[in-house]
């Protein structure tokens, strides 16, 4: 059972233009919706996270927008360049701050930025 | 700072070999992960440990076997080496929700 569905999976953007990536979730226990970024030959790093309490948060470019009715949210980078060409995935997890943390993933998104 | 870090790097074994994923991390975290990625599959949880001294499984367990020596190091092995285990594996430490990856071991069995 995937508890996190994320589309599409390969994303095309020209330069400047925005990027949308949206995720589902299943568990209404989770509390903690991070999106990890990961560039080829690296590990995954937190680009950015939101807690259900809001429905957006916006780090420079990069915004979270969060529905809890839907059980849904997205990632957005706006103004799109070539070096923001990575796979990105949205995870999910619940009790965040308890020892018995586990984030589950979605299967990622191949995102290309177009010169 | 070298956060987690992960030996080896690459690895090609046969069908039925063992061999161990060595991990160690340097930021004093309690907890730590084993996830494997393959393409369109995402990343998967294999064992994670949430302090020195515990093991729990995680989405994918089966022909693995985990060992947390101490608070630093958490170390992934694999028995008898499947076909199917071909991946890169990736270990993890945790800071307040946020995981710290290492760069992966590329692990081919053949």
Redesign the interface.
Do not use: D, E, H, M
């Given at each position: 059972q995937q508890q996190v569905k994320?589309s599409p999976?390969s994303l095309i953007v020209q330069k400047g233009g925005i990027s949308i990536i949206n995720c589902a979730y299943e568990n209404t226990a989770f509390d903690?919706f991070?999106w990890?970024q990961q560039f080829p030959?690296?590990?995954?790093?937190?680009l950015i996270?939101i807690r259900p309490d809001v429905s957006e948060k916006k780090e420079g470019r990069f915004t979270i927008s969060f529905n809890k009715s839907a059980k849904q949210f997205s990632l957005h980078i706006m103004d799109s360049q070539p070096g923001d060409s990575a796979t990105y995935?949205c995870a999910a997890?619940g009790s965040?701050?308890g020892?018995?943390?586990?984030?589950?993933?979605?299967?990622?998104t191949l995102l290309t930025v177009n010169p | 700072n070298a956060g987690v870090t992960q030996t080896p790097k690459f690895q090609v074994l046969k069908t039925g070999q063992s061999m161990t994923l060595q991990c160690a991390q340097d930021m004093n975290h309690n907890s730590m992960y084993w996830y494997r990625q393959d393409p369109g599959m995402g990343l998967r949880l294999i064992y994670y440990s949430a302090s020195e001294g515990t093991t729990d499984k995680g989405e994918v367990p089966n022909g693995y076997n985990v060992s947390r020596l101490n608070k630093r190091e958490f170390s992934l092995r694999l028995e008898s080496a499947a076909p199917s285990q071909t991946s890169v594996y990736f270990c993890a430490s945790k800071r307040t929700g946020e995981l710290f990856f290492g760069e992966g071991s590329r692990l081919t069995v053949l």
């Open positions: 994320q999976q903690y991070p990890y030959g690296k590990g995954p790093a937190l996270a995935f997890s965040s701050g020892s018995n943390y586990k984030l589950t993933f979605g299967k990622g | -």
